[in-house]
């Protein structure tokens, strides 16, 4: 099989498109014969070395990726069927799915859902599958359409576009943030009714509280971002945090979680029990507009994954990267 395939040289990882033997992928009940995989930002993180999550050498990284069952010791998992996965560690701990075959625990795989593609699941990805595991948080807490404006921030990447389209096809009041003004026409195509630009919430905020004008917020951002967003948040709205594009830490005040009553909800994709992954797969497949999806997504090969690795990590990737692994 073809994969692409990290190997380490001292302090230094290399990447590159390789022939590979079957035997060499982990034990696991499920063989998949993957379709797509995508390109998301703790992938940029693995390829380039830029964070210490992979151990063992030589590594095949992607941390998503759809396809068909082409074999299975688990009955629950026929041949043929169309599976798709997110998180559990591979791409990371174990080989992941930037190559033509992955070998899983059947536990971890979650069936397509009816009607979609194993090309739309990846054009969603991980990205989007955290943004609706954001957007159902958000709901619990109580935000609803009729409750005022969501802010988006990092709105053009691949967490905030999905969350743009599925928020205004369900009739919210959608606001983007980001840093690139090229990409305005771009959000607001998504649905995106207002656009603020990044640099204003990367400023320390003047004052502990400020004007109250969002209900909720999804943050693919981080750092100064997230804090500053706190204190714009209206009394009882809640901020998901999604992603660090922005930084690991923040330095924030207690009092909007203190005179507003606040909360910060944290979102993990990566160990979520299979009822909420099908619940959040089921929500995209019924919310998300694939004529929408389409447009925020880019097509590249396996051996493009690791220039638009640097893209991405340096902000200039506009919405989802699907990847045809055979390609």
Known sequence: MRALVLRRQGEAVTAGVETVEDAALPQGEVLVEVDYSTLNYKDGLIILNRAPL???????????????????????FAVGEPVLLNGWGVGERRWGGLAERARVEAGWLTKVPPGWSTRQCMA??????????????????????????????????GVGSIAIAVLAKQGYEVTA??????TEAYLRGLGASRIVPRAELAEPAPKPLEQARYQACIDAVGG???????????????????GNAGGNSFTASVIPFLLRGVS?????????????????????AQDLDPTTLEAAVQEIGLAEVPAQAQALLAGQVQGRLVVDVRR
Not at 224 to 242: E, F, M, N, P
């Open 224 to 242: 100064s971002t997230l804090a500053r967003v706190l204190g714009q948040l209206k009394a009882g709205g809640a901020l998901a945090a999604v």
């Open 264 to 284: 910060l909800l944290g979102i993990d994709s990566v160990y979520q029990p299979q009822a909420r992954r099908q619940q959040a797969w089921q929500r995209l």
């Open 124 to 157: 969603v990805g991980t990205a989007g599958y955290s943004a609706m595991l954001a957007i159902l948080a958000l709901e619990e807490h109580g935000m609803q359409p009729s409750g005022g404006e969501v802010l988006v921030t990092g709105g053009a990447g």
């Open 54 to 76: 992979v151990r063992d050498f030589p590594h095949v990284p992607g941390v998503d990726f759809a396809g068909r069952v082409a074999a299975s010791t688990d009955p629950a």
């Open 177 to 182: 943030s980001t840093g690139r003004p090229a």
